[in-house]
């Protein structure tokens, strides 16, 4: 690998390790074996480097939930059949991953308490946002984008709101967060709607 490429794994390790607020550049160097000016010389600033290995870090979480990316368990993702039994699976690689992956669902919590005093980093985030969603769709519901780009959108929206709460509750409370059954269960009800009244 060339500076580049060391700058920017260098950058993910620390993000990992320190979170956002706290990563300064001489952790990146230190982490990357290069030197200070090869951050202004390949990504002009460590803001602009760190918002790259960000979404470099949630592209590369987000594949792991594809179909056919590696679950929980190390096997080779197949979609089921039945759209709840494919959202149950999902939902039980997502949270099965858990452990592995707490310092991602972290480092997204703090990325979000930063936008709103971060204007260049909420611009950095909003196109891989949308691809996000995008890839939501595709990779948890089998939702094409190119053929069926509203679906696909709606899809992801949903699918996003719904990660961003249990990312939060499994980071509050992993034994009352939700299992991927009580997921699929509520989504039942939802769908079922209100029972007839008494």
Known sequence: MGHREDLLEGAKRCLLEKGYARTTARDIVAA???????????????????????????????ERFTPDGEGAEGATAEVPAAPLDQFRETWERVIGTYEQTRAVWQ???????????????????????????????EGMLGIDPETDPERARVAGLFIQALLAGVMVQWLMDPDSAPSAQDLTDGLKAVLEGRGPAS
């Open 32 to 62: 990357s074996g290069t030197n200070l000016a090869s951050i202004g010389y390949h990504y002009g600033s460590k803001d602009a480097l760190l918002n790259l290995a960000f979404i470099k870090l949630t592209e590369e979480w987000g």
């Open 107 to 137: 480092l997204q919590m703090e990325i979000i308490s930063r936008l709103d005093s971060d204007p260049e980093l909420r611009k950095a985030l909003i196109g891989p946002q949308q691809a996000g969603r995008e890839g939501l769709a």
